[in-house]
Structure formats: structure tokens, C-alpha cells
């Protein structure tokens, strides 16, 4: 069925639909399946036609390098019809990043400045606070910063992004990765959001000399045991 979609073979397409046991029955979890390839496709129509046949609208594709599933790659590409389509199937807001440069719907929308989009995840429960990939990954506060996307900081900040705790690290990395892509609007947004503690400060010196791929491979554990060391 893949084949057939990824193709644009619609005749053959449609016919394997009608056989109940192919809806669904051959994923590949290093692979796209139909519905993804006929996302990609931004095919309205055969996406509709597999969704009324039972076709799975949450495939999983964590394990395909940089996967989507079908509802982030719609968010990604901005098509708001087939991102509605989805959401009115039952799409799940909250599917995780993949593991390598994934992302979730809300980090796409949020990566893209697609205000209305993030919006409407945030108002299903889309975790604004959701981590990123394992490699690759930005929360949405760092995806929005690292391109200078000040409406959506501001909105993101107001509905909850954690500054502070276990948000302390998505917050530096927020500014740094907008100071490096010379957004200074948003990352003096960012720094005067709310007030620093005289520890922010300190681990804040020990973060601003890094490089971005260093903020990047910076791992919780290795932060939280800089917050450690200044207690």
C-alpha cells in the first residue's frame, strides 16, 4: 500500500483499500507508511479516503530518520486543511519528536512562527513543554527563539514555557540560540521575561561562552549537576 501511495497510483491504491487486512497490517517502523507518504503528497483527497476506511491516523515513524508522523508533517509543511483533517480524525497533539530531527506538532508550528496553528494544539493540550529529539530536537520555546519568532515567544511564554526548574535549560538555550542567529530582539525578550536569581547568573556565565552545537549536546544531567555544584 505504501507503494501504491507513494507512487501515485490511486487506482491500485483504492483497491488495496478495500481489503481490510492491508489498512494498516504492514508497518515498517523504519519506514513511512501510506498515510504519511499520502501527507507528504498533500493528496486531500486519498487521505480522506484512507481515513474513512480505518486507516491508523497516528502512524508511528519515531524510528525514521527525521520521521514525522502524519499530523507534524502537515503542521510542517503548513497545509491547515489536511492539518484539520487530522485533528478531526483523532490525531494525537502530543505524538513525540522522532528520535533523530524530529519534532512535535506544536514544535513545528512554534519553528515556523504558525501562530494560529500552536494555538489551536495548545487549546487540544499539545505539551508546551515537550522535549525535543534526541538529536536535533528544539522544544518550542528554542525553536521559536532560534528564528527570531517574537509573537510566538511571547504567546508561548504567557500560556507557560517553563523558564525556571526543569525549564531553566530550554530557557538559556532559548536565548543563546537566538543571540547566535542574531535575533536580538527575541532574546532580549527572552532575558527580561522575569527576573534572574543571583544562581541564573552564575550558570548563565558558565553557558554564554558555548558554542551552539555545545548548548545543543549539553544533556539535563550534565546541566543539573552545574546547578548542583553552585548550591
Known sequence: MSLAAA???????????????????????????????????EDISSVQLFLDKGGEVDEDNHLVHAGRSPLQAAVENGNLALV????????????????????????FAAIA????TAKALI????????????KGGRTALEGAAEHGRID??????????QTTGHGLLQYFRAIKFAQVEGHNAAANLLKGFREWTPKDRELWM?????????CEDLSEGEFEEWSSSLE
Open 152 to 161: 510566538m515567544i511571547q504567546y508561548l511564554l504567557i500560556e507557560g514555557a
Open 84 to 107: 484539520d483533517l487530522l485533528i478531526h480524525a483523532g490525531a494525537n497533539v502530543n505524538t513525540p519528536a522522532a528520535d533523530t530531527y524530529g519534532a512535535t506538532a506544536l514544535q
Open 206 to 214: 558558565l553557558m554564554e561562552p558555548m558554542s551552539k552545537r555545545e
Open 123 to 134: 487549546g487540544l493540550g499539545a505539551d508546551l513543554n515537550a522535549p525535543g529529539a534526541k
Open 7 to 41: 507512487s501515485g497510483d490511486v487506482s491500485t491504491f483504492r483497491k488495496l483499500l478495500s481489503y481490510p487486512v492491508l489498512d494498516s497490517d504492514f508497518d515498517n517502523a523504519r519506514a513511512y507508511g501510506p498515510l504519511s507518504i499520502l501527507v507528504a503528497k
Open 113 to 116: 512562527g504558525r501562530l494560529g
